[in-house]
């Protein structure tokens, strides 16, 4: 039988890579740090004034807003303000990105239906 696993996000630690942006995230749930499967969640903190570019991806995604405010990326430019507790449903191969457009780095905590994040193949639309 599986064990539950309880976590503190403060104990997790950042992670970041310059070729992928200005932005730094957190596996919370992820076979890759703990013993799990089927679903992945992780935290990224995304500074002032950047953004996750408009991408899709295969699965489907859940943004739940941590902290700050946001603007909601969409390919049909009717991009939506999103704030601290909006919880945002992602269908799969959905066009999506997210702004920071608050006054404090913006943190957002995304679920995925994988056993890792590094599953997720991320397709970037060209402008």
């Known amino acids: ?17 310059e070729d992928v942006g200005k932005f730094r995230w957190k596996y919370l749930v992820d076979s890759s740090q703990i013993k799990s ?9 995304i500074p002032v004034g950047e953004e996750i570019e408009l991408h899709s991806h295969f699965p489907q995604e859940i943004y739940l ?3 700050g405010e ?4 969409k390919k049909d430019g009717k991009d939506e303000k999103i704030r601290k ?10 066009p999506h990105g997210i702004r920071n457009i608050g006054s404090k780095p913006l943190e957002v ?15 970037f639309e060209k402008n």
């Open 65 to 67: 807003i941590r902290s």
């Open 37 to 45: 499967h089927g679903i992945s969640c992780g935290l990224v903190q």
């Open 85 to 94: 507790d909006s919880v945002v449903y992602i269908p799969k191969n959905h």
């Open 1 to 17: 039988m599986e064990e539950m696993i309880c976590l503190n996000i403060d104990d997790c630690k950042w992670q970041r890579r």
């Open 109 to 123: 905590i995304w679920i995925f239906p994988t056993d890792c994040w590094e599953e997720i193949k991320y397709i």
């Open 70 to 73: 946001a603007m909601l990326l």
